[in-house]
């Protein structure tokens, strides 16, 4: 603060004091004995206690107000020195619009300034209003309603809704300018009484997604990302109080949250709801989006038509014993959370994974409340000990993998309820490439994700890489170089740098998209179209009728099959009458990725799986037949060799899905 005589006001709040710095370079203190407290009113402003104090402003006569934040005061140092309380008895709370201000209460006064005529103005922050001190000494609001978030823009200030108010100014004019903090604008209110957003606000919505930007006070924001099957990607910005949509052509919009911090909106147009910290995001199959509202500490459902609904949680950050309704709920800490194809949703607290169906029931699938730690492999995983998971995904048999953060694993959750760890080994660390997941030290894995074909990704936030684990078990990694940063654009993604790696997701076509926290970015890793062609006898067995599937399928893809594969229509399928070597060309003008191929050896001879089971039960195989020597078996499901048990086949043909497991005793014998 510079007064009309050119000297400079400082706020030295580490030594709660005020100092002035003359116009020949002299420092002196003004207000404050160095020690942090409230005493001093009507003697020297030298000898007086200050706490915290957050802002000075001059009058036109050279009396100095101040701020005087931790004790909730606006204080006056005259132009002889003596200081006094010109604003609020040092209680933290609201009330007194109408009397004197000596007498009203304010809730950490964080600015000051006073116009032309003797009026002051204090920035009530977490009151979420401004407030004016007329020259009689009566105290009135001018501008917000109390409320935190974000409206009122074109109508009058004091019906307005403002967040907490960190600075605040008056112009020659006498217009009053605020420094809308949590709303990031600068607003504007004038002489009579009208508020409007002059500068801030802008977030990129309707433009190219790279000019976009997202909300930064700290570095864990965007954290996390979904995308549908239209190649929407939808990601959390956390402190923008917003979830965003990047549509395939690289545009950027809202789709829910106004960004103003707050909780209101169900029942209309997510878009004009209120969020606070929103983090989680997850799709169930009919495109229905659902959230964690972390601090509102509810899960959140946004359906098809854009309307938002709370599935669960009643706003209390308490968690209850009683889970059998949506008014029990902990979802304080959650990170991310996967959602199941019916809409059941997975969500992480700090030391356990809670289940949430579509009609509100709580239930623990894993971890307990009790305490955090390692434990329990090999159990039940509702017994185990979880430390701070970080994000839950579901693979495509909607096995349950957790990102155990602090314990530096992944660990799974089977059908049976069982928990393994799957990535990860005691310490945290980079253990190499090309190893066994379970031999190799992670450190801090935040994000998990699965492509198509059933390879796991994960992000790795404390040497920030994201790595892939294929479904032998092997790690490598194929985005980051350890070195927190950012570069690599247009490069190898194996040569970037990333910084904090939160949340991942794959898309129908294979592509990789990452959370780069820290860089503030989203990031996409482009692979060739990776697809599957698979062949599906007709029900009668009849070698003259096979069907040939490619995958991925939906919508934006396109198929070129081979010559002697009949396309039925424009469909992912085809007849082959004959065997043969057969091939499809997949390409996608909605992804952007490169075409990939794949081909398919038809034989008549050939057995595949229809289900999982065990090797010697005849409905487990195409056609009724358990194979034998010269046939081909293709393994489409999980598949079991009983103990003892003995199993011929000319060949195995491993499938999307597809796996072998021997029992003790069990061989399988491979005659050509």
Excluded at 461 to 466: A, E
Excluded at 623 to 628: F, S
Aim: glycine share 12%; with cysteine; aromatic share 6%.
């Amino acid at each position: 603060m510079i007064d009309k005589n050119d000297n400079l006001y400082i706020v030295d709040v580490n030594n709660s004091c005020i100092r002035k710095v003359g116009v020949d370079g002299v420092i002196t203190t003004v207000a404050g004995n160095g020690t942090s407290g409230f005493s001093g009113d009507g003697g020297p402003a030298t000898s007086a206690q200050l706490q915290s104090p957050g802002a000075v402003a001059v009058d036109t006569a050279g009396n100095l107000y101040i701020a005087d934040t931790n004790n909730n005061r606006i204080r006056k140092v005259d132009v002889n020195g003596t200081i006094t309380t010109v604003a609020g008895n040092g209680a933290y709370q609201f009330n007194g619009d109408g009397g004197v201000a000596v007498n009203t209460t304010l809730s950490f006064p964080s600015d000051v300034a006073v116009d032309a005529t003797g009026n002051l103005y204090i920035s009530d922050t977490y009151n979420n209003r401004i407030r004016k001190v007329d020259t009689n000494g009566i105290i009135t609001t001018v501008a917000g309603n109390g409320t935190a978030g974000f409206s009122g823009d074109g109508g009058l200030a004091v019906n307005a809704i403002i967040g907490s108010i960190t600075g605040i100014d008056i112009d020659a004019s006498g217009n009053l300018y605020i420094a809308d903090q949590n709303n990031s604008r600068l607003r504007r209110i004038t002489s009579d009484g009208m508020i409007t957003t002059v500068a801030g606000g802008f977030t990129g919505d309707g433009g190219n997604a790279t000019n976009a930007f997202f909300r930064k006070l700290s570095p864990s924001t965007p954290t996390t990302l979904t995308v549908d099957t239209k190649g929407n990607v939808y990601v959390m910005d956390r402190f923008g109080n917003r979830l965003r949509k990047v549509s395939p052509n690289g545009i950027i919009t809202t789709v829910a949250g106004t960004g103003a911090y707050g909780y209101s909106g169900d029942g209309g147009p997510a878009v004009e709801a209120q969020l606070q910290h929103p983090r989680g995001v997850g799709l169930d199959s009919t495109g229905n989006l659902y959230f964690v509202d972390q601090f509102n500490t509810r899960l959140r459902r946004i359906a098809t038509n854009g309307t938002i609904t709370t599935i669960a949680g009643n706003g209390k950050i308490e968690f209850i014993e009683n889970r059998t309704n949506t008014s029990s709920a902990d979802y304080y800490n959650p990170s991310g959370m996967a959602v199941s194809k019916s809409g059941i949703a997975y969500v992480p607290t700090s030391k356990c994974i809670l289940k949430i169906t579509t009609s509100g029931v709580i239930s623990i699938v894993a971890g307990t409340t009790a305490s955090a730690g390692y434990s329990g492999d090999g159990g039940l995983a509702i017994n185990a000990e979880l430390n701070n998971p970080t994000a839950v995904a579901l693979d495509k048999d909607e096995n349950l993998y957790i990102a155990d953060s602090f314990n530096n694993r992944v660990r799974k959750v089977d059908a049976n309820g069982i928990i393994t760890t799957v990535v990860g080994s005691s310490l945290p660390g980079y253990g190499g490439e090309n190893i066994l997941a379970t031999n190799s030290p992670v450190h801090s894995p935040y994000g998990i994700a699965f492509d198509a074909s059933g390879i796991m990704y994960i992000s790795e936030t404390g040497y920030p890489r994201v790595r892939k684990v294929d479904r032998d078990g092997i790690i490598t990694t194929v985005a980051g170089n350890g070195v927190a940063g950012f570069s690599g654009d247009g490069a190898l993604s194996i040569n970037s740098s990333l910084s904090l790696p939160t949340g991942i997701t794959t898309d129908a076509a294979g592509n990789l998209y990452i959370a780069d926290a820290g860089n503030r970015r989203i990031r996409k890793i482009t692979y060739p179209i990776r697809p599957t062609l698979v062949a599906i006898a007709s029900l009668n067995c009849s070698t003259t009728s096979t069907t040939l599937t490619a995958q991925p399928s939906g919508e934006g893809f396109a198929y070129q099959f081979g010559p002697g594969a009949v396309q039925i229509g424009t469909t992912n399928q085809a007849v082959v009458s004959t065997s043969g070597l057969y091939s499809v060309t997949v390409t996608t003008s909605v992804f952007g990725s490169p075409a990939g191929s794949a081909t398919i050896s038809v034989s008549p001879t050939d057995i595949y799986t229809v289900k999982a089971g065990n090797w010697n039960d005849s409905t487990v195989w195409s056609c009724g037949m358990i194979p034998t020597i010269g046939q081909k078996a293709r393994i489409l499901h999980v598949i079991n060799l009983p103990s003892n048990y003995q199993a011929q086949a000319r060949a195995i043909q491993y499938e999307l899905g597809g796996s072998l497991s021997l029992a003790a005793g069990a061989e399988l014998h491979l005659i050509p």
